[in-house]
């Protein structure tokens, strides 16, 4: 029997928490397209695009900015994925010397702040010549996504396991090809995952960007921090609604490309759980 | 082909799971891995596969060492218990995931699916997707799935354990049929003993990785090597003796038998005791137990502690607290040498 | 199976987990005042001791532990409701779930806009609050960021990490629910008793984990204290970076010394945490991977 009352006090918690999400996100809009928003209206006096031009003025560079910015992330993402899906596989159906020591690096990079790590790497990269480098970039940035990257494909590996692979040997396939037209398939949803959550953690970077990335690699994170920190407000929106609608495309591609793939699994028995 | 394993050993985390199984299978022929839960039948399935290494031995196919031959170029195909059908395939697709890595086109690949399906007798469902299949119709394709890749060696790994009596007679049917029409040799594991007399040619019986008896399921059952063989395919009592001169000799009973002198048990199982209601008899009827075509009595001896059971037809006048005489059927009584009680 | 398989597949991580300790290591040791790029070639406690001993320091140890604990703890017992809330409304998948997870899309220096739109004395809020009479002027409204009391931080963490916690601890509740809340309510139990006794205690596991992930990424994080902080005390993260990108190359030392407390207050956490998990550790279907 349910307990309505209770119920009921759940659903407008739900809902308020669900306000206090998209209001931030709505006010963000309004200042985008803000001309004038005086004290103490509760909605913009004057709307222009004004903020707009500005961030697409010429002088910005701001396509190719964001351009390069969406690359860099997406190559971290990708680089993120197939790392951890060897990782994943390595830990979860092989046995081998080193494993524990292997199991705990994929996760210590969540106990070090970045700051702290990218402190101690910056003088370390200046000597290996990454310093201000887009690969020094990506380095940092896929040392903080493969955690993330690793435990999903780990839990997916773990539910597939060696078996259906197995069972495809004896029938006939190679290990390679095992893997193709067999595992893989099925690691689809894990992937479609991991890209969206390394891609999401790299373009979010802002402090260790700026240290390792020096003035010469600029992310998009990057250029439209001290907008917020300074400036005006609408300025800042529209820095901030650009950013969020190029991650909103990139994850919706994402989702697009891996749902046209061949063999879709059903979802049911070997649905990956993100924990 | 005829498959060979010669002084077999392997190890697994650090447990010795087989040890030095020599084993010759026929072109053909048909045999049952028996045992218990545990005692190696599925290692050596993989052994045999190459999903496994063994620390000492070698697996011989058709008289060539196949030791260093990756798995899945020995063509021994395995039909594993959870059947592992691929998820994200159609059935016609999982049929013909063999005979796409043989290299044969798509047009063929669906030819001989359908084929297949229909020696399974699964006409029409290429197209299913799998997770919207029963339990029989699932084994079915993995049956045929395996039949696809052109085994040398089939592997059924406790295939039918799953399935109700029914489904599992009905496929057990079905396997002997494909079996004998396409020539393959076979190795089916299971623990249900019912299931290897009927189907085999022979029983290979294991126990603690190691093959303890390997003959036709009519030898096995009358004349087992030793008690754990024995008691395997049904319990009964055990008398102990001597046979002396081709005369076996006991406290409860003597017997004319032609084997060697020396000491034995004598297994009485139930079907090898006769009932007979006598008043002053000197066993009494303690259970009567129904068992469909027949009861099983429990029978207590008047005198001592002696305890047997005994099998009746199912119109039997014979009641609970009946007193009655046995008789012992001389060609059902098993010897089994005293020496090789346990191994 | 090719014994030499999984030493290639686990290449790339080595090659990165090498680079990843070397940054840690040497930061480490250029806490100890070992920096021979600068010609600093003593090994001591000396940047330690003066740290430990400065106030700057300490304000700024202060403000970081604040920060993450009462944004931590705010977080993890919303987030707990907010968990309990989608998993007995039954809105475990579809589009509620889709907000939510777009704040997790958010990063951290949006929030931070977000905040100063709407919590700073201009902002959304303060002007609710002047059309409902509760202040007559801009300046009644509370100094929320950019002041000691670091409370817009600490609600943009909470902003950003409610919906983390609900997200991952989702799964493992509703799992919970669905199989031993129904075998507990079947046995008699209301569903009240049913939560507190059997779904929350089994959901802890997800939810520890989740806590002690916020804990130490809001204490040592840089973003939003650097947006939306006070001119002191900064927060540690930021302390340090100041130090680091001094002028005078004698501050480094001091710089990394910081990361080093930084880093020993993180595995302290961590720590705790473990002890206090191993003792709770809950035997049999429930998996705890640290």
Redesign the interface.
């Known amino acids: ?3 309505f009352k ?2 009921r006090l ?2 407008i ?2 809902y308020i ?2 306000l ?6 709505v ?2 809009l309004l ?1 985008t397209f803000t001309a004038r928003w005086p ?4 909605l913009p006096k004057t709307y222009s695009f004004r903020a707009i031009k500005e961030v697409f003025a010429p002088h910005a560079k701001l396509f190719q900015t964001l351009f390069s910015s969406m690359l860099l992330s997406l190559a971290v993402a990708i680089l993120s994925v ?2 951890g899906t ?2 994943a ?2 830990l979860t159906l ?3 010397v ?1 494993k524990e020591l ?1 199991a705990l ?17 910056h ?2 990269f200046i000597h290996m010549a990454l310093a201000d480098t887009v690969l020094g970039v990506i ?1 940092v940035h ?2 903080y996504t ?1 955690p993330y990257s ?1 435990s999903i494909m780990r839990d997916l590996t773990q539910s597939i396991g060696g ?2 692979e ?10 390679f ?2 893997f193709i ?2 595992t893989l ?2 690691l689809v949803p894990g992937i479609k995952t991991s890209i969206g959550m390394a891609y ?1 953690i790299s ?5 260790i960007t700026l240290l390792i990335g020096g003035g010469k690699v600029k992310t998009f ?1 990057v250029l ?2 001290p907008f ?2 300074k400036g005006d ?1 609408a300025l ?2 529209a820095y ?1 609604l650009i ?2 609608m190029s ?2 495309l990139i ?1 919706i591609i994402t989702d697009r490309v891996t749902k046209k793939l061949p ?4 979802g ?3 649905r990956w ?3 | 082909m005829e498959l060979e394993l010669r002084n077999i050993s392997v190890t697994l985390s650090n447990k010795k799971i087989l040890k030095f199984i020599n084993l010759k299978v026929e072109d053909g022929e048909f045999i049952s891995l028996l045992g218990a839960s545990g005692c190696g039948k599925s290692t050596l399935l993989k052994t045999i ?3 496994i290494d063994q620390d000492e031995g070698s697996v011989v196919l058709g008289g060539n060492i196949i030791d260093k031959t ?9 039909v ?1 218990q ?1 059947l ?1 059908l ?4 159609t059935v016609a697709e999982n049929i013909s ?2 005979l ?3 290299g044969i086109d798509k047009n063929g690949r669906r030819k001989e699916a359908i084929n297949l399906l229909g020696k399974v007798k699964l006409k029409g469902y290429e197209d299913m ?3 919207k299949m029963s339990g029989g119709q699932i084994q079915r394709v993995a049956l045929a ?2 039949l ?2 052109k085994p040398m060696v089939l ?1 059924l790994d406790e295939s039918f354990s799953s399935l109700d009596i029914n489904l599992r007679k009905d496929m057990q049917e079905l396997v002997l049929e494909l079996q004998r029409e396409y020539k393959i040799t076979t190795i089916l594991v299971t623990h249900d003993q019912e299931e290897a007399l009927t189907m085999s040619n022979r029983i290979a019986f294991m126990h603690n990785g190691q093959i303890e008896q390997y003959d036709t399921p009519e030898n096995i059952f009358k004349k087992p090597i030793n008690t754990i063989v024995a008691d395997y395919f049904s319990k009964g009592t055990y008398v102990h003796g001597k046979i002396i001169n081709n005369k076996f000799i006991s406290r409860l009973f003597s017997s004319n038998v032609d084997r060697e002198t020396g000491k034995y048990k004598c297994l009485i199982r139930p079907s090898a005791i006769k009932i007979n209601k006598f008043k002053n008899g000197e066993y009494i009827v303690a259970e009567k137990i129904y068992q469909g075509d027949s009861y099983l009595l429990k029978l207590n001896n008047t005198d001592s502690n002696l305890k047997l059971e005994s099998v009746v037809p199912d119109f039997t006048a014979i009641i609970e607290g009946d007193r009655v005489n046995i008789e012992l059927d001389k060609d059902k009584l098993i010897f089994i040498p005293e020496k090789q009680a346990c191994s | ?2 014994k030499k ?3 290639i ?2 290449m ?3 090659l ?2 090498v ?2 300790m ?7 040791v ?1 806490g100890f005042g070992y920096i021979p ?1 600068f010609n600093l070639n003593d090994v001591t406690l000396s940047y330690y001791k003066e740290i430990l001993a400065d106030p700057t320091f300490l304000d700024s140890l202060k403000v970081s532990s604040q920060i993450s604990i009462i944004s931590s703890v705010l977080a993890m017992v919303l987030g707990i ?2 968990t ?3 998993v ?2 039954g ?1 475990t998948e579809g589009r ?1 779930l889709q ?2 997870k ?13 905040t ?3 919590l700073s004395q ?1 902002g ?1 809020i ?3 609050c ?2 409902l009479g509760l202040i007559s002027a ?1 300046g009644d409204f509370p100094l929320l960021l950019y002041t000691k009391n670091n409370l817009g931080i600490i609600l943009s963490y909470v ?1 950003k990490e ?2 983390f916690v609900a997200y ?1 601890s989702l ?2 509740m509703s799992g919970i629910n669905k199989t031993l809340g129904e075998a507990s309510e079947n046995l008699g139990a ?3 008793k049913t939560f507190f006794y059997i779904v929350l205690p089994l959901s802890m596991p ?1 939810i520890r984990k989740a806590f002690l ?1 916020i804990l ?2 809001s ?5 939003l204290p ?2 939306l902080g006070a001119t002191v005390p900064k927060a540690l ?1 930021v302390q ?2 100041i130090e ?1 990108v001094h002028p005078d190359l004698r501050h480094r030392p001091y ?2 010394a910081m ?1 080093g407390l ?2 020993a207050i ?2 302290a956490m ?1 720590g705790i945490y473990y002890l206090i998990t191993k003792r709770n550790k809950i035997t049999g279907d429930i998996h705890e991977e ?1």
């Open positions: 029997m349910k307990n209770s119920n759940l659903n918690f739900l928490s669900l206090i999400i998209s209001v931030p996100i006010i963000l200042w004290w103490p209206n509760l197939i790392i060897m990782t596989r390595a092989y046995d081998f080193g292997i690096l994929s996760i210590a990079p969540n106990l070090v702040p970045g700051t702290v790590f990218a402190m101690g790497i003088i370390v380095t896929l040392i493969l690793v078996r259906l197995m069972q495809a040997y004896v029938l006939g396939a190679s290990p090809k095992s037209y067999i398939p099925l999401i373009s979010g970077q802002y402090f994170s439209m921090v917020i920190a407000r800042g929106s901030a950013f969020m991650t909103l994850l063999y879709q699994n059903d049911g028995k070997y759980n993100w924990n | 596969a190459g999903l990756p798995a899945h170029k020995r063509r021994t195909v395995i594993f959870d592992r691929f998820p994200h395939m995931f063999p796409k890595m043989l997707h799998v997770d799935r395996a696809a890749a592997l | 199976m090719n398989t999984p030493y597949l686990i790339p991580i080595v990165l987990g680079i990843f070397f940054g840690v290591i040497n930061g480490i250029q790029a409701i907010l309990t809330a989608l007995y409304t809105h509620i907000v939510i777009l704040a997790i899309i958010i990063p951290h220096t949006i929030v931070a806009l977000f100063i739109s709407i201009n959304l303060a002007r609710v002047y059309k801009q902003w409610v919906p991952f799964a493992l209301s569903k009240l997800s992930i130490t990424f204490f040592g994080a840089y973003d650097f947006l993260s340090a970076h680091y710089a990394m990361n930084i880093l993180t595995w961590a640290f």
